[in-house]
């Protein structure tokens, strides 16, 4: 089969108060072999966040990963996986199991030209919670695939800045509790691929990513558009 480019199509983000969900829409291209990440970030001032789930138009979208730690603000991070979406405005919605005091950011970027069938390169999912300045993640890669990592802290004011090679989108920044959330990707090179994050001040950060296969197997690196 001929190796398919992931092409980027449109990225959304949002943030929301005091709800234990958040809804809000993004718009999918009509190009071929479809795919939909999605990334949330939820902080509380007290008690637990509980299970995170997320759906689009009612259809359950596939976790590949969560972190969470407690302290003195709580804090949890997820990424969603959903392969052929449907084309136009979708709705997105996340949802957790404790009370409506949360607030959350969240992040939605959709893809055109990954395999419809193992939309994520075996293997590739990678995540961890720590508190730190920098974080850092090896994650297996494939030729011709990309690899999308996310990153949510518990503090407002750090900058943030990615590796060489990493290309940054969906910040935003949360009102009331303090955070911030962003991705980034980097072509995959059919080897380990080291997506990394630097900060001005140490915070507690969901860190995670995984590689996205394209269509057609991707034997070789290709330019991602």
Request: contains cysteine.
């Amino acid at each position: 089969f001929p190796v398919t480019i992931l092409q980027v199509d449109n990225t959304t983000t949002a943030n929301q108060d005091n709800n234990n969900s958040i809804t809000f829409s993004h718009v999918v291209g009509s190009g071929a072999n479809r795919v939909l990440v999605v990334f949330v970030m939820v902080a509380r001032l007290s008690g637990t966040i509980g299970t995170i789930s997320a759906t689009v138009n009612g259809v359950a979208m596939t976790k590949l990963w969560e972190q969470s730690s407690e302290g003195a603000t709580i804090g949890a991070g997820a990424m969603f996986v959903l392969a052929n979406p449907a084309v136009g405005s979708r709705s997105i919605t996340i949802s957790w199991a404790a009370g409506n005091d949360g607030h959350i950011g969240a992040w939605a970027r959709s893809y055109f030209g990954v395999d419809p069938v193992n939309p994520v390169y075996s293997g590739s999912v990678q995540s961890q919670w720590a508190t730190a300045f920098n974080v850092s993640l090896n994650i297996s890669s494939r030729g011709g695939g990309v690899v999308v990592d996310a990153l949510g802290y518990l503090q407002e004011f750090p900058i943030h800045t990615v590796g060489a090679g990493q290309s940054i989108f969906g910040e935003r920044d949360g009102p009331g509790v303090s955070y911030q959330i962003a991705g980034s990707q980097e072509a995959g090179t059919g080897s380990a691929v080291t997506m990394s994050w630097t900060k001005s001040a140490q915070t507690r950060n969901a860190h995670g990513g995984f590689c996205l296969n394209p269509a057609g197997g991707g034997s070789k690196l290709l330019a991602v558009i």
